[in-house]
Each structure stands twice: as C-alpha cells, then as structure tokens.
C-alpha cells in the first residue's frame, strides 16, 4: 500500500512539463498519430536519442486509457509501471542476497530516497532503465544458486535498459558482471553458465531494432549510435554539457539520502569480513562501476544518478537490521519532526492560496502564477485528506527495525502527495504550455503555407504539435524551407530577434508566470 501510495500521485492531473516531460510525450504522440515505432519522431522530424522501448509503453497505455484520461495522463502511466517493477525487482534482489523479510528494506529505502521523489514520476524514459537495472541485479543475486534463471533475468534486464536508453545499461552491467570473478564466490562453472544464458537472452533486445533501424536509414542509425550514445559520453555532441569529473560524488549526499549513511553503516560494520561475502561484494561492485563510467563521461545530470541508488538501497537494507538504537531513534524523530512541519506548511500555504488568508501570502502566490483559477478542487482535496490522515496514523506503528525507514517513506509520500493533490493546479499553470499555444493559434491567419521556426526547443516544439497541431519548418535543420510566410523565434524576455527582412510581428506571448521565455511570431511583409 505504501509503495503505491508514492507511484500514483503526480501521474495524473496535469501537463507534460519541461523539459524532459514535454519532448518525450511528443515522441509518444507522434507514435499515437500514426508515427514509426523503428523510427521515433518529434514534430514531425526524426529524434534519435534513445531506443522507443519506453514510448511504445507510454503509447499503448494513453491509447487503452484514452476513453478516461488525456493522452499525456494516460502516457504517464508507463512511469508508474516501470518504477513498480524496479521495486518490486529490487525487493526480490534484497531477499535474496539477505533472506525472507529483507527485501521490504531494500524497496522502502528506495522508494525513500530524495532524487527518486521527483525523476521517477516524470515521463522519461529513466523509469524504464531503472527497471530494466534492477531486474539485470536481481539476475546476478540469484547466479550463484539458479545460474540459468540468473542469466535470463540478467540478459533481459540489459536489454530492457538498452531499449530504453542506449549503451549504458549494457555497458554498466557487463563490467560490473565481469568484474565480479575478482572475488573468489563468482569463480565457478555455474557463474559462466549465467553469463552466457545472460548473453543469449539479451541478444534479441539489443540485435533486433539497431538492424531494422541501420535497414531503414544507415545514416540516422550513424546518428543514434555515434552522436547520441558515444558523442554524449565522450563530450562531442552538441547537446552534450560538460560536468566536473566529481560531480556525481556531490550530488549523491543529498540524491541518496537516506540510503548513503546507512549503507556506509553496513560496510563500516561488516568491515573487511563483508568484502569477502557475496552479499555485500555485487552491490558493492555495480555501485562501483557505475560511479565511475558516470563519472567518466563528460555529460552529466543528476537524473543520471538514479541506477546508483538501487545498490546502494540493497546495503542499506542490511544496515538496517542493525542500525543502533541511536541512530535508529535520530531517523525516526527527524522523519517525525521534519515530515510533520512540511504537511503542516503545505497546508497553510493551500489556505492562504484559495481562501485569501492570510492576504499577503495570497497575493504572492497568484502574482507568481497570474493565471491560476482559485477555487477548491474536491477530489484532489479529498486525496489530501486521505494521505495526512494516513501520516499521522504512521506515527503509531508498532517499534521494528523497518520502523525509521517505513516512517521516512511514509513522510516523504505525504509531502509529495499534498503538493500533487492541494498544489498541482497552481504549479501546472506555470509549468504547462497548453494557455502560450492556444494563445499562438488563434492569433495565426486564416489561411497560410507553413511557419519557418528559429532556436525553437524541443519541448516547444512538442507542445506545439500536441496543444496546436502546429509543426514549424525549422532554420536549423537540414534542408529546410526558407521562404514560410510566418516565422516563430523564441528568445528570452529581453532579446529581441534579430530579422533580415520585411517582417510584422502578429502575436507575442509566454506561458503565465514565465520571465525568462519569450515567443514572438511574425508574418513576412508582401511588399
């Protein structure tokens, strides 16, 4: 019930935002218009960033929610589908490795951690690799007891996260499962009989949809492999940000808390005895070489960082069991206090929004979002009222080792519930660009033969396509059309386009609330 109860809030209610949200549900529209699955496009152009694993899921479920949710709502749904699994698959890997009842451990301390909360309620296509992580670990904590079992999970898990994202999943887990043979347990036929079971069952993923994409363009497949997989790691591609090679050491303070602590409580008790157990030695290891090709690579996010929380989640399950009563009682009062103040704060800060009180804050809110409509929304408020209810009643479970981290989960569920029930609309109106685009529409002439695009996002692009209909000729791309009538140029608030030529502005809008963009579109003078 708790880890449902963090899946579901967040998935439904509002639209795709930017940046990640917005351009991969316009990959999936594009699939929903009737686009190809081999091919993934954006607006109407072909994007190859990643394999379409994940916009298939999206896809399939708006289209069999589509007769009760909006498509984006329905699409958002393969999120929850794909973080599911990665729980449950992560709480089977805790079972295993540490026995019956740990694996709940495994999968709270997950669910608990800060850089999850956000990321994995998106519509990215992360979700999908963290499932296909964990069920590639899972596959490895069973191949020394099941070695064939092992290497099916284990080769289909690399192929779900090739599907989703590319190389990485393959190259993570492949070195990881070589590296393993280092410590004498791995060292034995049955561990070889998984690696090539693991080989076999991941061969059709990764082998099936490279060769019809290199049958039906080798030059877009050129463009996925060489620019979207290695040109991002080695730092060539365009789109690529640089990062300072310790950046992942940083963020992972906050991003993995409360799993940090509490796994390098684990190594500290197991001490060198822990390094010789198989138990601590694979997550251990896959933590290990996926810090280190992330931190390789010249790209960085932290959304990147989210694999590293599974070992570090299956540690931190053992140290719990463990854990001094000190440390224990510290988790559990901190969660209380903490989690208590915030529910209490967002409470007051959704009065103050829809009743005026106190007047201040009211009008702060609404100058930061100038087109929110007020009025209280009862299911969302219902909702609410459910999840504060079931916090307190948190507050009273039964002394357990599972207790901080079940009351932490549980905390970090209700503050993130509440702002997605009493906040979401408030928040949308800011975030969506569903009022900009109806704006543009109508300030479009009746009739016209294309619009010419400049430094247009692929976010905008995408709500374009999914609010308007409207797919623009971009300047920047190859062989586009240069003589469109109409021309839309996004820049900041105070940059003004600079135009060659005989142009009249017809329409300049930004999505409510938003300082920084600014869009401006023009139609060519006749004369």
Same mark, same amino acid.
């Given at each position: 019930m708790l880890c449902a109860a963090w899946i579901l809030p967040g998935l439904v209610g509002h639209d795709p935002w930017k940046p990640d949200e917005a351009y991969s549900f316009g990959l999936v529209y594009s699939i929903l218009k009737g686009g190809s699955w081999v091919v993934p496009t954006l607006a109407g152009e072909p994007f190859m960033e990643k394999p379409p694993l994940f916009y298939l899921t999206s896809a399939a479920l708006a289209w069999l929610a589509s007769p009760v949710l909006p498509l984006h709502d329905g699409a958002r749904l393969a999120t929850g589908l794909y973080v599911a699994l990665a729980l449950a698959f992560t709480g089977l890997a805790g079972r295993e490795l540490y026995g019956r009842g740990q694996g709940w451990g495994a999968a709270l301390v997950l669910m608990g951690c800060l850089g999850l909360l956000v990321r994995m309620h998106q519509l990215i296509t992360d979700a999908a690799l963290l499932a296909g992580f964990a069920l590639a670990i899972w596959g490895l904590a069973l191949a020394l007891r099941r070695p064939i079992l092992a290497g099916v999970l284990l080769g289909t898990g690399i192929g779900v996260g090739f599907m989703a994202k590319g190389l990485l999943a393959p190259g993570i887990m492949g070195i990881a499962a070589l590296a393993l043979p280092a410590f004498a347990p791995w060292r034995n036929r049955g561990y070889v009989v998984a690696l090539g079971a693991a080989a076999l069952a991941a061969l059709p993923w990764v082998a099936v949809w490279p060769a019809l994409l290199y049958l039906r363009s080798p030059e877009l497949f050129s463009d996925w492999l060489m620019l979207n997989n290695f040109g991002r790691f080695l730092g060539y591609a365009k789109l690529a940000t640089p990062t300072e090679p310790f950046y992942y050491v940083g963020i992972l303070i906050w991003f993995a808390w409360p799993a940090l602590p509490i796994a390098l409580w684990a190594l500290w008790r197991g001490g060198r005895e822990a390094l010789r157990q198989p138990t601590f030695q694979l997550p251990l290891v896959v933590f290990l070489v996926m810090l280190a090709v992330l931190s390789a690579a010249r790209e960085g996010r932290d959304v990147y960082a989210v694999p590293m929380l599974l070992p570090l989640s299956l540690l931190a399950a053992e140290g719990l069991m463990s854990l001094r009563r000190g440390a224990a009682n510290a988790l559990l009062w901190f969660s209380v206090m903490g989690f208590t103040f915030f529910v209490g704060v967002i409470w007051f800060y959704w009065f103050a929004l829809e009743f005026g009180a106190p007047a201040r804050?009211?009008?702060?809110?609404?100058?930061? +979002?100038?087109?929110?409509?007020?009025?209280?929304?009862?299911?969302?408020?219902?909702?609410?009222?459910?999840?504060?209810?079931?916090?307190?009643?948190?507050?009273?479970?039964?002394?357990?080792?599972?207790?901080?981290?079940?009351?932490?989960?549980?905390?970090?569920?209700?503050?993130?519930?509440?702002?997605?029930?009493?906040?979401?609309?408030?928040?949308?109106?800011?975030?969506?660009?569903?009022?900009?685009?109806?704006?543009?529409?109508?300030?479009?002439?009746?009739?016209?033969?294309?619009?010419?695009?400049?430094?247009?996002?692929?976010?905008?692009?995408?709500?374009?396509?999914?609010?308007?209909?409207?797919?623009?000729?971009?300047?920047?791309?190859?062989?586009?059309?240069?003589?469109?009538?109409?021309?839309?140029?996004?820049?900041?608030? +105070?940059? +003004?386009?600079?135009?060659?030529?005989?142009?009249?502005?017809?329409?300049?809008?930004?999505?409510?609330?938003?300082?920084?963009?600014?869009?401006?579109?023009?139609?060519?003078?006749?004369?």
């Open positions: 804050l009211h009008t702060h809110l609404h100058k930061l +979002q100038p087109g929110y409509p007020a009025g209280i929304k009862w299911v969302p408020f219902a909702a609410a009222l459910a999840y504060t209810t079931g916090w307190i009643a948190a507050l009273f479970l039964k002394r357990s080792p599972l207790r901080p981290v079940i009351v932490w989960s549980a905390g970090i569920t209700t503050v993130w519930a509440l702002i997605m029930s009493l906040l979401l609309g408030w928040v949308d109106t800011g975030k969506s660009y569903r009022s900009m685009v109806v704006s543009l529409k109508q300030a479009l002439p009746a009739k016209y033969r294309c619009i010419a695009s400049r430094s247009l996002g692929e976010p905008q692009r995408a709500m374009l396509h999914y609010h308007g209909g409207i797919l623009t000729e971009r300047e920047e791309a190859k062989g586009a059309k240069r003589s469109c009538e109409l021309l839309l140029v996004q820049t900041t608030a +105070q940059e +003004q386009a600079a135009l060659d030529g005989p142009w009249k502005l017809l329409w300049e809008g930004n999505r409510p609330g938003d300082n920084e963009e600014r869009y401006r579109l023009y139609r060519r003078n006749s004369r």
